[in-house]
């Protein structure tokens, strides 16, 4: 579609799905400049990666179920999409049901009543009614898109005033993030 070779699986949109034994026709490269990424860029996206969020005030989470979410650690399941990761790890009891559908940012970390956590990524719908432990801060979501299927992850709590200066942060470190 508009001369892609994407694929969208969930639309319908594109190439039918990869098999075993398809080939992939590649262009013809382009000539790239040799460059070195910062040591401090390529420490901020070390593994195991951390994730901080901002807690859902309305969530009606409690500080206990919070506080078993951060001291775990999860992996990205294979059942994760361009939608949301699924997060394998400690289950979150106590999620409760659904709750009324409200606005549902990138970065939303929802809690359904499985307790298996899911991380709302680039394809997520607008809205959602999983109940919510809070949100990816602007400045980590680049770092949460790098995850793949099987990196592990942690999540940290922080609040607003930290999510403002991490955000500055991230401007100052892309802005010498490579060198020449």
């Known amino acids: 579609m508009f001369g892609s070779a994407a694929a969208d699986l969930e639309a319908g949109l594109g190439a039918p799905p990869l098999r075993t034994g398809d080939a992939v026709e590649i262009g013809p490269g382009r000539p790239v400049l040799a460059r070195e990424a910062n040591p401090a860029l390529l420490r901020a996206y070390a593994s195991p990666f951390e994730l901080r ?66 991380l709302l990524m680039a394809d997520r719908p607008t809205v959602g009614g999983y109940r919510r432990l809070g949100c990816v801060i602007a400045a980590d979501l680049p770092k949460a898109g790098q995850l793949w299927i099987g990196h592990r992850v942690r999540f940290r709590v922080v609040r607003m005033a930290e999510a403002h200066a991490a955000l500055a942060d991230l401007a100052v470190l892309l802005e010498r993030a490579v060198m020449r």
């Open 53 to 118: 969020f901002v807690a859902d005030e309305a969530s009606e989470m409690s500080a206990e179920l919070i506080a078993a979410f951060t001291s775990g650690a999860y992996r990205v399941s294979e059942r994760s999409n361009r939608m949301g990761y699924r997060l394998e790890g400690p289950a979150l009891a106590g999620t409760g049901g659904e709750r009324l559908s409200e606005p549902s940012p990138p970065g939303t970390i929802q809690a359904p009543p499985g307790g298996e956590p899911i």
